[in-house]
């Protein structure tokens, strides 16, 4: 591969970016990191403070502020766990449910429209490709495998 393959991964994925923040004005008032923690949690999830800061790449904090506002808004609940009081699970409630249904049906329409101009053969192959990436985003082990800025200091 080639230092343009790197920036051309860099260069859609930054792109690609730019473009869900387009959607994401369609469940305003909610900010960015909201619409995030919202597709997190459709249709049913109920996860944790930290299991969201850690899907959506934040930390627990600014997650736990965002969530108290979507609760404001009268999109989420928090339940704590009957069993352990330091756990509360987050869930949508049924307007936060439509507004994250709104929210994913928007970000479907500009996936879909970003395909649209790819023989169905070639699309197959972009989205095999892609679940291949996303799987190997999510494998842990290679977070920690790849080296830091800092790393390259030493």
């Known amino acids: 591969m080639t230092t343009n393959s790197f920036h051309v991964l860099r260069q859609v994925t930054r792109r690609f970016a730019q473009l869900q923040r387009r959607a994401w004005a369609c469940c305003a008032p909610a900010s960015e ?77 500009q996936s879909q429209a970003l395909l649209e101009g790819l023989p169905p053969e070639e699309q197959e192959t972009v989205l095999r490709s892609l679940t291949w990436f996303a799987e190997r985003l999510a494998d842990e082990r290679l977070w920690v495998a790849l080296p830091t800025p800092n790393d390259s200091a030493h």
Not at 41 to 66: F, G, H, M, N, T
Not at 84 to 91: E, G, I, M, Q, Y
Request: glycine fraction near 2%; aromatic fraction near 6%.
């Open 33 to 109: 990191v909201q619409c995030l923690i919202l597709t997190e949690l459709y249709p049913d999830q109920a996860l944790a403070i930290r299991e969201l800061a850690k899907r959506i790449a934040s930390d627990a904090p600014w997650v736990s502020r965002a969530v108290e506002e979507l609760r404001r808004l009268g999109w989420v609940r928090r339940d704590p766990s009957p069993h352990d009081r330091r756990f509360v699970a987050v869930t949508l409630t049924e307007a936060g449910r439509e507004q994250a249904r709104r929210l994913q049906d928007e970000l479907n329409r």
